[in-house]
């Protein structure tokens, strides 16, 4: 039997969680809620359970009625409304909260230290904390690094496919966790509804990857898809070092400007000397997650 029976997804129609809300109805042990703002304009598959709500304590808390398990996929913007959401869950007696984590390793002091605009989710967990020595409820923290499949072909990890150029850091030896959307979504849903996955991750936080795997690594496997394609050769734009960067960016938000402030999340994924692209442990086994070929992704995507 499955842990829980019923979830919500708050932040269902962004790019992760369209699908993540994909693989929870492909399960069939599991009834989905889908709870956003009146003005969202996103659009639900038919049969879809949706309810509109302003995010308020009051509001949240009647949505939230009956439900077993609550699973944020807010963006940034929506990192400080996830304390009302989690008193909301408290009120209507949920067991178990999601907060919006799906990137780098926030559990590390190390990366809060060296990326500071992540401190707002380590603040959401250490709040969850504070709440399960109450004994109000339980929460679960999935790491998965940056999104494999949509980092790659929106050239957040480095790689431009339209004129085959990349940014390397350090050289692109070091090695980093990645994870697919279709990966994210189907290890949330195991940890609904596998009993053992669900005790396991009581207060914990979780690891997963579909790859671990460096920048050159990704970009033979690109070079191999894209080989005789247009004659074009890829070629390296940039060999950014990655503490020199740090301390550039450093530099520019002290002054105010906080434009290139992404470059530090790319320094806790690449940077050789920091060593924080990877995590301690993997949960992939126990998930069940579908083992992912580099080569076999890296073609699907083009």
């Known amino acids: 039997m499955p842990s829980v029976k019923n979830v919500v997804l708050i932040g269902a129609g962004g790019n992760l969680g369209v699908a993540v809300l994909k693989e929870f ?3 069939p042990l599991l009834k989905v809620t889908v709870v956003s703002r009146p003005e969202s304009t996103s659009v639900f ?3 879809v359970r949706v309810i509109k709500t302003a995010y308020t304590l009051e509001s949240l808390t009647a949505a939230f009625a009956n439900q077993d398990a609550i699973i944020s996929l807010v963006g940034t913007p929506g990192f400080a409304v996830q304390k009302t959401i989690i008193d909301a869950a408290v009120a209507a007696k ?7 984590e799906y990137g780098s390793n926030t559990s590390s002091a190390q990366v809060i230290d060296l990326v500071p605009f992540l401190k707002a989710k380590a603040q959401t967990v ?3 904390k504070s709440l399960e020595a109450e004994n109000k409820i339980s929460w679960t923290a999935l790491v ?8 790659l072909t929106t050239g957040f990890l480095g790689f431009k496919l339209a004129d085959k150029t990349v940014r390397l850091w350090d050289g692109g030896d070091s090695l980093f966790a990645a994870t697919t959307l279709p990966s994210i979504g ?10 053992e996955a669900f005790e396991k991750s009581r207060n914990q936080y979780v690891f997963i990857s579909s790859h671990v795997t460096t920048q050159n690594d990704i970009l033979k496997a690109l070079k191999a898809a894209t080989a005789s394609s247009d004659g074009v050769e890829w070629t390296v734009s940039t060999n950014v070092d990655s503490q020199a960067r740090v301390a550039e960016v450093k530099g520019q938000i002290a ?9 530090l999340l790319l320094a806790a994924t690449y940077g050789k000397s920091f060593k924080l692209g990877t995590f301690p442990e993997y949960w992939n086994e126990l998930l069940e997650l579908p083992n992912v070929d580099l080569d076999e992704a890296v073609n699907a995507l083009l």
Not at 94 to 100: E, K, Y
Not at 144 to 151: A, K
Not at 255 to 263: A, L, Y
Request: aromatic letters at 14%.
């Open 94 to 100: 949920v067991s178990r909260f999601f907060p919006s």
């Open 126 to 128: 250490e709040y969850l």
């Open 186 to 195: 189907k290890a949330l849903v195991s940890l609904v509804s596998k009993q």
């Open 255 to 263: 002054k105010g400007d906080f434009s290139s402030t992404v470059d």
């Open 45 to 47: 598959p038919n049969g």
């Open 144 to 151: 998965t690094g940056p999104f494999f499949d949509r980092g």
């Open 25 to 27: 109805l492909a399960s």
